[in-house]
């Protein structure tokens, strides 16, 4: 049985639980199920380079207007990111290596929390996403400019 405290919404653990009682390890399922899909996905791009063509489809924004959509290059930047080639992930699509940094360290925060009993609260608010939206648009733009050809995957 649990208590939950409402003054710190803390989960605390009936009298007699242990630690790393099956709770605990049942609250972690999520996340570490999360981890695993993940994980493969990243084992998967890694294992079929996207750099041959015929392994993935052609994106569509590219395929038909020849215009660089936010995504291109993502997968690209995934099988740099598994092969430790920092560089060229970055080359290949840096929006994307920022979202690869965001998720981690958003995951682990979730496992601590999660591991303490405390929920995941995340509220991003209108100003956050209407930031990411222009963050993505800002990159999408200047990717397709003369300029920008170095964000070019």
Known sequence: MRRVNAESQRVTPAPGAAP??????????????????????????????????????????????????????????????????????????ALAVLGYLVFAVLWTVWVVRTARGRPMDIDPGPPLLWGLGALSLVFTVVRNLPFGGWLHP
Do not use: K, M, Q, W
């Not at 709770?23 to 996340?31: C, F, G």
């Not at 020849?66 to 092969?83: D, E, F, I, K, Q």
């Open 20 to 93: 790393g009682s099956a709770a605990t390890l049942r609250r972690l399922a999520v996340p570490g199920g999360i981890l695993l899909a993940v994980a493969a996905a990243f084992a998967y791009v890694g294992t079929v380079d996207p750099n041959e063509p015929g392994h993935y489809p052609a994106c569509p924004l590219l395929r038909y207007t020849g215009l660089y959509c936010p995504g291109c290059g993502g997968l690209r930047s995934a099988h740099a990111v598994v092969h430790g080639d920092l560089g060229a992930a970055l080359g290949a699509n």
